[in-house]
């Protein structure tokens, strides 16, 4: 499966954003999918994994509160809405999804499928 992120962009402090994923296969409803983020000089950092259905969803500590992923199985696409956004928060975004049926994980080696990537840059 071929995954696109889009919905980058630059914001101000304290701004939203929503980022956008599109499988290039229907069969990604039946994998978990997640967001995963690099910044400069930083390693790739878990941002959020949700189920199959979109049921449920977990995050990582920096942007617990403030991020809220969600899935629409009948459109085939994920979103990553950000709220409060932070300087820290600048970084590539990384769609990805899982073996399908599999478990929700903030492991990055449990997906095997990638996108390209969208830039965010939140300035102060």
């Not at 975004?93 to 990055?108: E, L």
């Amino acid at each position: 499966v071929q995954l696109q992120a889009s919905g980058g962009g630059s914001v101000q402090t304290g701004d939203s954003l929503r980022l956008s994923c599109a499988p290039s296969e229907r069969a990604s409803n039946a994998r978990p999918m997640a967001w995963f983020r690099l910044a400069p000089r930083k390693e790739r950092e878990f941002v959020a994994a949700i189920n199959l259905s979109g049921s449920n969803a977990f995050y990582g500590d920096s942007v617990k509160g403030r991020f809220t992923a969600s899935r629409d199985n009948n459109r085939n696409i994920l979103y990553l809405q950000m709220s409060s956004l932070k300087p820290e928060d600048t970084a590539i975004y990384f769609c990805a999804a899982g073996a399908t049926y599999g478990p929700m994980s903030s492991n990055q080696y449990n997906y095997n499928a990638w996108g390209q990537g969208t830039l965010v840059t939140v300035s102060s």
